[in-house]
């Protein structure tokens, strides 16, 4: 059975950086779109950043040029660089990944809902 792992999660001072990983255990991914989302705590899903199998790329307004998201095919996993942090990226962070919906279209209102699968979630909390 295919599944998402997250990693890189944790505690972090305001300015800091953090790396989240996402590998995916049963199954190549290098056909699927992948990205992550980020959840605040009694909110729904937001959309964080995407990147297609091919490597086009989207990313959510709060998040452009403080976060990179990149993806490695032979490694099965899928990164995203997260610099210049402050206390609203304090957050649960989703990997999830998908055959159906390209990049562009998962910043889309609740388009989460219909994504084929998911991570567990990893804490990221920054500390002011």
């Known amino acids: 059975q295919l599944q998402l792992v997250e990693s890189g999660g944790g505690l972090v001072q305001a300015g800091g950086s953090l790396r989240l990983s996402c590998t995916a255990s049963?199954?190549?991914?290098?056909?699927?779109?992948m990205g992550w989302f980020r959840q605040y705590p009694g909110k729904e899903r937001e959309f964080v950043s995407a990147v297609t199998w091919n490597g086009h790329i989207t990313y959510a307004d709060s998040v452009k040029g403080r976060f990179t998201i990149s993806r490695d095919n032979t490694k099965n996993m899928v990164y995203l660089q997260m610099n210049s942090l402050n206390a609203d990226d304090t957050a649960v962070y989703y990997c999830?990944?998908?055959?159906?919906?390209?990049?562009?279209?998962?910043?889309?209102?609740?388009?989460?809902?219909?994504?084929?699968?998911w991570g567990q979630g990893t804490l990221v909390t920054v500390s002011s």
């Open positions: 999830a990944a998908d055959r159906t919906y390209g990049s562009s279209m998962w910043s889309r209102s609740q388009i989460y809902k219909n994504l084929e699968l």
């Open positions: 049963g199954r190549s991914l290098s056909n699927y779109a």
